[in-house]
């Protein structure tokens, strides 16, 4: 039987005014981390253009009997949040959509604490969420597999025996995962062409961006215990977008025999605000189907894929921005929910914080496809931007933008924006 989440509630409105199309309405309450000008980094949600300190109002009673201690707001990370469980994480929602919603004096009708727990969102500084222990990244869209391994393997054969059986992944490395608005110089590494008979080394030409979304997880687990596919979800706090930048030419080079390296860990995008599985609840939907059916473990009832729209606009530097791709989380092979359950399936433990990439997200047209390896497919179809300049690869100074949102029944659940800008070389 479905939970009713009173948070959910699509009729539900605000007495903080909430723009029309807001990625952030009463009914989506997010959370994230911001810097506070007196007191440093506390815990925060949103609605609308405006950001509420959690820990003000934790501090004030506003947040009593949630189960969440006030000094878990007062956190660099939401970490310590988290691990308080899916319990806790409801009951602290379900309390801010009550707090928030218009008809309800008690926090509305306090003016000396709305001033100091009401911000303008433009004039905060969001910071990383979660402190990431591990990081995940699946290589899970049909679509992508399929592009890639007709440019660079088999066109006849594109996907790895391997690839309809297990959700692919690899370990990647944390530190250099960062948040949005973050700007990131072009890497430098080993790369050789066809024409070359070594290797060279210099700045990358082939720098590119992935479009992504990622899982957060918020419960632990023990060296040697699985999750089975029908407790995954229990273990997934919420999802943002990440660009998962990449170094094709580096990469190409390097990926025999062990995979992605130093094209991958040189930084990485995320949105700041982590959007909770209760508020995507609505926007279930069900995935590809799955052809051969996969092995028990990885088998699942009921609907695991969302129903999220995403798009990617280039910008180049003093200029306006052109959108580039416009695809959707749906498409994705391998769901969450298979995803954790592969990753644990062999006793390895997780951490709270720890972060899932879903690999890039490409669509069943050009059009949706999630990188510029695939858009101008490998260099030979230049993308026009709106300047009248092309790209095959980003260039210096360009910023690439990430959005993605959910609709359905008036309700636009969104996650505002991941941007980062591509400097010259270091």
């Given amino acids: 039987m479905s939970v009713i989440i009173e948070a959910n509630d699509c009729s539900l409105k605000s007495w903080i005014e909430t723009p029309d199309h807001s990625d952030f309405p009463i009914q989506n309450i997010p959370f994230g981390v911001f810097r506070h000008p007196e007191f440093g980094a506390v815990v925060a949600t949103r609605i609308g253009d405006t950001v509420i300190d959690l820990c003000s109002l934790a501090r004030n009673h506003y947040l009593k009997d949630t189960g969440a201690d006030p000094e878990v707001f007062h956190r660099p990370v939401l970490n310590d949040f988290m691990a308080l ?71 006849a054969n594109p996907l790895l025996p391997n690839w309809r ?7 990647g490395r944390s530190s250099s995962i960062v948040v949005s608005g973050t700007a990131i110089h072009r890497p430098k590494g080993q790369t050789k062409t066809d024409q070359d008979e070594f290797p060279v080394f210099g700045p990358s030409r082939q720098v590119d961006f992935e479009l992504e979304m990622a899982f957060v997880t918020g419960k632990q687990t023990s060296l040697g215990d699985s999750i089975t596919i029908d407790e995954a979800e229990d273990h997934i706090f919420g999802l943002v977008l ?26 990485s995008v995320v949105s700041p605000w982590i959007v909770t599985l209760d508020a995507l609840e609505p926007f279930r939907t069900d995935g590809p189907v799955q052809e051969p059916m996969p092995l028990p473990y990885l088998r699942f009832a009921g609907r695991k894929s969302y129903d999220i729209n995403l798009e990617v606009a280039l910008k180049p530097d003093q200029s306006e921005e052109t959108t580039i791709s416009r695809s959707n989380f749906r498409y994705m092979y391998w769901n969450m929910a ?22 890039t997200i ?33 260039n210096d100074n360009d910023t690439i933008i990430l959005r993605g ?7 636009r659940i969104g996650f505002g924006e991941a941007i980062t800008k591509i400097l010259p070389v270091k």
């Fill in 338 to 359: 298979q995803q954790l359950a592969h990753q644990t399936v062999n006793g390895c433990n997780i951490n709270v914080g720890d972060l899932y990439g879903s690999g």
């Fill in 242 to 267: 990440f660009n998962d930048l990449s170094a094709r030419d580096i990469q190409r080079w390097e990926y025999v025999p062990l995979g992605p390296f130093l094209a991958k860990n040189f930084g």
């Fill in 362 to 394: 490409s669509g069943p047209v050009p059009g949706s496809y999630g990188s510029l390896l695939e858009l101008a497919w490998k260099g030979t179809k230049p993308l026009k931007m709106t300047d009248g300049t092309e790209r095959t690869f980003i």
């Fill in 165 to 171: 059986h297990i959700p692919v992944g690899y370990h």
């Fill in 405 to 411: 949102y959910a609709m359905k029944d008036g309700v």
């Fill in 85 to 155: 469980g899916q319990p806790v994480w409801r009951a602290v929602r379900n309390r801010l959509s009550w707090l928030f919603r218009h008809d309800n004096p008690s926090l509305r009708d306090n003016i000396l604490l709305r001033r100091e727990a009401l911000l303008d969102a433009w004039d905060v500084e969001m910071l990383l969420p979660v402190m990431i222990g591990d990081y995940t990244d699946f290589y899970s869209s049909l679509e992508h597999a399929t592009n890639v391994g007709i440019m660079f393997r088999d066109a």
